[in-house]
Nanobody, 116 residues
Framework: QVQLVESGGGLVQAGGSLRLSCAVS????????MGWYRQAPGKQRDLVAS???????NHAESVKGRFTISRGNAKNTMYLQMNNLKPEDTAVYYC??????????WGKGTLVTVSS
């Protein structure tokens, strides 16, 4: 069973930084794309950033210039560098991965809380 494990969430003051990590448990898992989503209380889950196996990157308008998605040197790892955090960035952040067959996998999420 493929598992995605997020880490790096926590409590930070506005203006601070955090780095989220996501690791896929199976090294042979063939990834077409990975992404970060977030869900604030009472709201839908929204895309934050995505990256394809070919290196194409997309960031949501709300985080452009502040967040950066990247793939790690280790196979099947991904990061989200979050700078200049704002209270409205408070949410549970989820890692997602899509394999070559179009199957989507989700992590359990990591909580990011930004205090004002």
């Amino acid at each position: 069973q493929v598992q995605l494990v997020e880490s790096g969430g926590g409590l930070v003051q506005a203006g601070g930084s955090l780095r989220l990590s996501c690791a896929v448990s199976e090294s042979r898992f063939s990834i077409n794309a990975m992404g970060w989503y977030r869900q604030a209380p009472g709201k839908q889950r929204d895309l934050v950033a995505s990256i394809t196996s070919g290196g194409s990157i997309n960031h949501a308008e709300s985080v452009k210039g502040r967040f950066t998605i990247s793939r790690g040197n280790a196979k099947n790892t991904m990061y989200l560098q979050m700078n200049n955090l704002k209270p409205e960035d408070t949410a549970v952040y989820y890692c997602n991965a899509i394999n070559a067959y179009g199957t989507i996998y989700w992590g359990k999420g990591t909580l990011v809380t930004v205090s004002s």
